[in-house]
C-alpha cells in the first residue's frame, strides 16, 4: 500500500474506534467522513452519506 493509503486506513479505524466507543449516541452518517486518496498521493475526508456540508453553507 502507498504512503498515502496507509496514513487513509489509520484515519479509518480511528473513525470506526470513536464512532463504536460512541455507539450510545447515534450519530447520522452524514457526519461521518471516510478518507480517500487522491490522484496526487495525498488524502481527503468524504463524507459518508448525504450531500457536501458546504451545500448548507
Do not use: K, M, Y
Amino acid at each position: 500500500p502507498s504512503p498515502c493509503q496507509l496514513q487513509a486506513e489509520r484515519a479509518f479505524l480511528g473513525a470506526v474506534q470513536a464512532l463504536l466507543a460512541n455507539s450510545s449516541t447515534s450519530a447520522p452518517l452524514s457526519s461521518i467522513h471516510v478518507p480517500q486518496c487522491r490522484a496526487d498521493g495525498e488524502w481527503s475526508r468524504v463524507q459518508c452519506d448525504g450531500p457536501p456540508e458546504q451545500v448548507f453553507e
